[in-house]
């Protein structure tokens, strides 16, 4: 039984990141998918080419994916051939997000409708297309999947969590203190002991 782990980058990441992940899956081939895309409909097409490139030969795949990585994921791949996924601090309502951002800049929904792209003061472009696009593009993800959040996360609410991993039914872990970004030895040593012993799906 050949197996295939793919880890999927946070914004700012990198595919070597992947590297910290064979330890915790020795029995199955593990790479980094180095993608280009910055928005859900260059990754769509880009996702789905990289699957189906990479997972010839592999009996099972699995997803180790991290924050917007995890997004893009989802919007990409939720008809492929995944056997189970790991989403660390996953981006699970990108429309709350761009209205939350759109707030602490001070940018309302008819300023940005009118000028497509506003630059924000904390270094996000806010883009109409991409609110538009998320709003008519909900999630849709079968594939069972195990979640980890940071208590502490300043991008995604806990309800917002606890409510997604309700609706697809997947098992919810909280690190107390944790940050978005996992990060700190503590964060991930966490983080390890949570993908070692979540290998096991009900």
Known sequence: MKSLVIYIHGKGGNAAEAEHYKPLFPDCEVMGFDYKAENP????????????????????????????????????????????????????????????????????EDELCEKKTIATGFGETLSWEYLSYVRNHPIQWNVPTKILYGSKDNLVSLETITEFAGKIHAPL???????????????MKFLDEWLKNGKSFA
């Open 41 to 108: 409909w260059d990754a769509k097409d880009e996702f789905i080419k990289y699957l189906e490139s990479v997972s010839a030969g592999y009996d099972q795949v699995y997803l180790v994916a991290n924050s917007i990585g995890a997004y893009f994921s989802m919007i990409s791949l939720s008809s492929s051939r995944i056997t189970k996924a790991y989403f660390i601090s996953p981006m699970v309502d990108m429309e709350k997000l761009i209205c939350d951002m759109m707030m602490w800049a001070g940018v309302s």
């Open 173 to 187: 872990t909280i690190m107390e203190g944790g940050e978005h970004w996992f990060h700190t030895d503590e964060q």
